[in-house]
């Protein structure tokens, strides 16, 4: 299935002018998502002195993060990136800033101005993944760099939701729990304006909607609907992840060790690093909607099997292996929604990915959750590799439409 002879690497990727600045700029604002939730759980727990008025609180912010973001997407299409990032960065830092100030004292805020500043900061979330993903888009015409490019952004991504708690805990150990909030909306704000200001970015050209473009007397290119195979894919990853979350703190607990759920954690992790980078380092033959029913239907095996873990080191070696295939499914579930977006559609497109991924998460751990205490834990674990299969029966047939549009897409962006 591979070629990787004359393959390029991960340092033609950086190389690329402009690709190390732009991605390390975004990199920067996006370490904010992986420090703020936990920064604002303690500080709103710190506050409140209530786990329940905390989790309402986040639950509105992370609700109004993922259900709006294809809206915020929409907008950076339309308007550009340029103009729409910095004004999201300095409303969702300005948000942040003002839970940080009514959490600093205990009973220093009602619970109403909590959920209303938290639901604000939801809605102004830059959605700098998506960006940066489209941008890489331009900046690799070619296929095999930009599978690379993907693959590590992916990797990259990841790893800052493993040390962004790290951040957060260790600034709440040695200070308020509010400072995290406020390092969280310092690291958005000035990643998000130098990300704006990078060259690659100004140069996204915004795209008019239908409406407009036909009033401009332009060709009406209408909107292309949702691709269903990444969406479904990456909501089953999303379902199956968050049950598996769940599924080790209970098998962990079944034996004593509760703590060695850290560990589980970090073999997943691992497991997703090695296999993300290995995965992109290869140019495949196969297109990637081929793939990535291949790839989720791997990591539903690896996940079934995992309930037959007789103790905590085998369980440990099977999540190394379920890592594995998480990135890689990831990435593809990206590259798909990207080849089939229309020019003016890519952000929108990659942020529906991540939408259903996140929406998926929650899913699947609420779900799991009302199934751990009824149903033996080798089932549930069997039961939450199910959405993982289900998503492969959307990988029937690549649309017509979709393979037509690819080369003029590839030609114009090589001509750009």
Known sequence: MSSPAGAPSYRAVLRTPYAARTFLTSLTGRLSYGTVFLSLMLALTASTGSYAAAGAVIAVFGLAVSLLAPLRAGLIDRRGPRRVLPVMGLAYALALTALAGATWRPGAAPLWLLVVLGAAAGACAPPLGPVMRAVWSDLMPQPALRQRAFSLDTVSEELLYVTGPLLAGLTAALADPALGVVGSAGLVLVGT?????????????????????????????????????????????????????????????????????????????????????????????RPAWVRLPVLTSALAVV???????????????????????????LTTAYLLAEESAADGERTRLGTWVNTAFNLGSSLGYAGIGLLSGRLPLPVCFAVAALPLLASACFARGRRVRTAEAAPAREADRVAR
């Open 303 to 329: 996940l079934a099997a995992m309930g037959s873990a007789p103790g905590l080191l085998v369980l440990g070696v099977w999540t190394l292996a379920a890592g594995a295939f998480v990135a890689p499914a």
């Open 193 to 285: 304006l130098a990300f704006a200001a990078s060259p690659p970015v100004r140069a996204v050209a915004p795209v008019p909607a239908p409406a407009t473009r036909r009033r401009r007397g332009a060709r009406d290119l209408p909107r292309r609907p949702l691709p269903r195979q990444p969406l479904a894919a990456a909501a089953g990853l999303g379902m199956a992840l968050g049950a598996l979350g769940l599924l080790l703190v209970v098998f962990a607990s079944s034996r004593g060790q509760l703590a060695s759920v850290a560990w589980l954690e970090a073999a997943l992790a691992v497991g997703s690093l090695l296999g993300g980078l290995a995965y992109g380092a290869r140019s495949w033959r």
